[in-house]
């Protein structure tokens, strides 16, 4: 597997500062236990400290600067995400995701959204700020252009789509502030299976609102 695409600099502070919501620090976990570069960023970050970590808070840490750091400080540790009680090594759900859709793809209970859509959603008890659920979307199936009302995490677990940003498959995330707009299209031969967090439905104006009220009030 080759992730191409990967969490972006700010995420990876957050996530090593424990400051992501719980929606996007799970998926940011399952893209940790699949990419060891990632995974020796967060190590990195979690040892320049505090003094970082308030700068990323601050938003004052642009990409080059964190990468400037990382140079500086080298090392190659990595962070360990530890399994859940029942969790299965080797199984196609990353493991920081088991514990809330269970050891296997194919073990998921999908509702019918929209034509060639089916989503399953993920409670999060202890979360009023972000969710997190699955999508899984026909092969060659194409998404309307949207912009997003807030950020969007989405890690790809099965299949693979093209969108403006390359190619997204097994591994690769994309982690997209609200500004942007995509049109995401399912490559042919197989449906996408992917797992997304977002700011909770009330500011979240993209993807889904836009895509799917009109068929279910979601
Ligand atoms: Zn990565
Ligand atoms: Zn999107």
Known sequence: MTISHH?????????ASGDLDEAF???????????PECRRSVRLA????????????????????FERLMLRIGGNGERI????????AGSDVPLPLQRFVGPSLEGISWRSVAPGIRKHAVTLPGSRT???????????????????????MTLILSGAYRDEFGRFARGDVADLDEHVEHQP???????CICVVATEAPTRFKGLLSRLLQPFVRI
Request: aromatic share 2%; with cysteine; glycine share 12%.
């Open 7 to 15: 969490l972006d600099d700010s995420t990876l502070m957050r996530y």
């Open 25 to 35: 620090c799970i998926v940011a976990a399952a893209h940790l236990s699949l990419c």
């Open 46 to 65: 979690d040892e320049i400290g505090a003094q970082l970590v308030d700068a990323s808070e601050q938003a004052e840490l642009t990409g080059g600067a």
């Open 81 to 88: 995400v530890a399994p859940r009680a029942g969790a299965v």
């Open 130 to 152: 972000s969710t997190l659920f699955l999508l899984h979307i026909g092969p060659g199936k194409a998404m309307p252009e949207h912009g997003h009302g807030g950020s969007e």
């Open 185 to 191: 299209r399912v490559e042919p031969g197989e449906p």
